[in-house]
């Protein structure tokens, strides 16, 4: 399984952006698929995720109501749409996939990584 995120960039407050995950090597449909991200100095945290075959949704609090996780099977691609960004949004963002569609929150669950991508929000 090979994962490709992209997508970040420098962005001001309160601007969106939306980030993208190419996911290929097998299908996905037992998979449950996430986004994390780590501050400078922090511990890698959960963001959002989703199941791949069914689409249900989990977010962190500090995400909640401002971005939204997606997936296109066609494309075999997931997508993190962040609206309202805030400077603490800040991070490399990675994607990530576990083989079990049980919701995890913790990174050592995950079984595979993107190579992430920075976003910057400027105040």
């Known amino acids: 399984v090979q994962l490709q995120a992209s997508g970040g960039g420098l962005v001001q407050t309160g601007d969106s952006l939306r980030l993208s995950c190419a996911a290929s090597?097998?299908?996905?449909?037992?998979?449950?698929m996430g986004w994390f991200r780590q501050a400078p100095g922090k511990e890698r945290e959960f963001v959002a995720g989703?199941?791949?075959?069914?689409?249900?949704?989990y977010y962190a609090d500090s995400v909640k109501g401002r971005f939204t996780i997606s997936r296109d099977k066609a494309k075999n691609t997931m997508y993190l749409q962040m609206t309202s960004l805030k400077p603490e949004d800040t991070a490399v963002y990675y994607c990530?996939?576990?083989?079990?569609?049980?919701?995890?929150?913790?990174?050592?669950?995950?079984?595979?990584w993107g190579q992430g991508t920075l976003v910057t929000v400027s105040s």
């Open positions: 990530a996939a576990r083989r079990m569609t049980a919701v995890v929150t913790s990174p050592s669950w995950y079984d595979y």
């Open positions: 090597g097998r299908a996905f449909s037992s998979y449950y």
């Open positions: 989703i199941s791949w075959s069914g689409g249900t949704t």
